[in-house]
């Protein structure tokens, strides 16, 4: 499907309560949405054909509306379903899914009480991969753009309007030769990337910002869970610029990305991968369909 238009694929997308032709799925050029961003969503992935931490994600998508005040008129069960439907009428196994809630087209007034919220959920395939390339780990630029106060905007909703800034720093990391930027918060301290969160190790020990104006990402605490397991110390604390170069690795992580080493930040390199390699294989092991205990 490589090339393909992403507007012009074939398949079904769950639109409102219904299955629809994916060519199909419009919306109005006056939908509150594209002009305010009043828009969450989420992003998952299936493995084997089960969604890993679905509930987690729905429950997410919920709360991200909330918190811009709005609300999802569909349980998280029932986007739950809505998912896995999804996921079925495509014929997916290992897929991405991308549910996305948003404000109509009824009015355009910023105040949008009246104005009717749409969910849709699409589902394509995008298969994880792990391999020597993965190892090598990607560069990053430091960001001039920074995640804003807690005061400033509603950190802890996966909400559309939060990528603006995300955008600005990708495009501009590619433009210096870099595959993705490093967010520093309002105070300068590190955050995460573009739409990852970072970690890094030193002696044998892993650490890694405090989500105090950032995204806590679902697999962020998996991997907090998973190397407290394999007897890591983790610990969650301030951590400034000017310590990068202090450190022996460093790995990203989120639900699409996954965990993802990085070689690079603005000229301080990371080349262990021992735990980052361990941490990966942890990863990919957990997200696997869990067997009934009885087979
Ligand atoms: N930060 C940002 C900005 C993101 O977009 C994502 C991806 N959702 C993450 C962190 C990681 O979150 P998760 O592990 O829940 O996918």
């Given at each position: 499907?490589?090339?393909v238009?992403?507007?012009?694929r074939?398949?079904?997308?769950?639109?409102d309560?219904?299955?629809?032709?994916?060519?199909?799925?419009?919306?109005?050029?006056?939908?509150?949405?594209?002009?305010?961003?009043?828009s969450?969503?989420?992003?998952?992935?299936?493995y084997g054909?089960?969604?890993?931490?679905l509930?987690?994600?729905?429950?997410?998508?919920?709360?991200?509306?909330?918190?811009?005040?709005?609300?999802i008129?569909?349980?998280?069960?029932?986007?739950?379903?809505a998912?896995?439907?999804?996921?079925?009428?495509?014929?997916?196994?290992?897929?991405?899914m991308?549910?996305?809630?948003?404000?109509?087209?009824?009015?355009?007034?910023?105040?949008?009480?009246?104005?009717?919220?749409?969910?849709a959920?699409?589902?394509?395939?995008?298969?994880?991969?792990?391999?020597?390339?993965?190892?090598?780990?990607?560069?990053?630029?430091?960001?001039e753009?920074?995640?804003?106060?807690?005061?400033?905007?509603?950190?802890?909703?996966?909400a559309?309007?939060?990528?603006?800034?995300?955008?600005?720093?990708?495009h501009?990391?590619?433009?210096?030769?870099?595959?993705?930027?490093?967010?520093?918060?309002?105070?300068?301290?590190?955050a995460?990337?573009?739409?990852?969160?970072?970690?890094?190790?030193k002696?044998?020990?892993?650490?890694?910002?405090?989500?105090?104006?950032?995204?806590?990402?679902?697999?962020?605490r998996?991997v907090?869970?998973?190397?407290?397991?394999?007897?890591?110390?983790?610990?969650?604390?301030?951590?400034?610029?000017?310590?990068?170069?202090?450190?022996?690795?460093?790995?990203?992580?989120?639900?699409?990305?996954?965990?993802?080493?990085?070689?690079?930040?603005?000229?301080?390199?990371?080349?262990?991968?021992?735990?980052?390699?361990?941490?990966?294989?942890a990863?990919?092991?957990?997200?696997?369909?869990?067997?009934?205990?009885?087979?």
């Open positions: 499907m490589a090339g238009p992403l507007d012009q074939d398949g079904w997308i769950w639109f309560g219904e299955m629809i032709p994916w060519k199909d799925t419009k919306v109005h050029v006056l939908t509150h949405a594209l002009h305010y961003a009043s969450v969503f989420e992003g998952q992935r299936a054909g089960e969604i890993y931490k509930r987690e994600h729905s429950e997410r998508l919920r709360r991200s509306a909330e918190l811009l005040d709005f609300e008129p569909y349980s998280a069960e029932e986007i739950d379903q998912c896995r439907d999804t996921l079925a009428k495509n014929n997916l196994v290992d897929a991405y991308r549910p996305v809630a948003f404000r109509g087209s009824a009015e355009l007034g910023l105040g949008a009480h009246n104005n009717p919220v749409h969910l959920i699409a589902a394509w395939e995008w298969p994880s991969f792990l391999g020597a390339d993965k190892l090598k780990g990607t560069r990053l630029a430091l960001s753009w920074r995640r804003p106060a807690p005061t400033s905007a509603p950190f802890a909703s996966k559309a309007g939060l990528y603006m800034i995300c955008t600005l720093s990708k501009a990391a590619e433009e210096r030769g870099f595959a993705d930027a490093m967010m520093l918060d309002y105070r300068g301290q590190i995460e990337a573009t739409g990852a969160n970072v970690f890094f190790i002696d044998g020990e892993i650490h890694t910002p405090t989500p105090d104006c950032f995204l806590d990402g679902i697999t962020r998996t907090i869970g998973l190397a407290r397991d394999m007897g890591y110390k983790v610990t969650e604390r301030v951590i400034m610029p000017d310590e990068l170069g202090d450190f022996d690795e460093c790995f990203l992580t989120g639900s699409a990305a996954e965990v993802v080493p990085v070689a690079e930040i603005e000229g301080n390199i990371f080349e262990g991968r021992e735990i980052c390699k361990k941490m990966m294989e990863y990919s092991a957990e997200v696997q369909p869990k067997k009934e205990a009885a087979e």
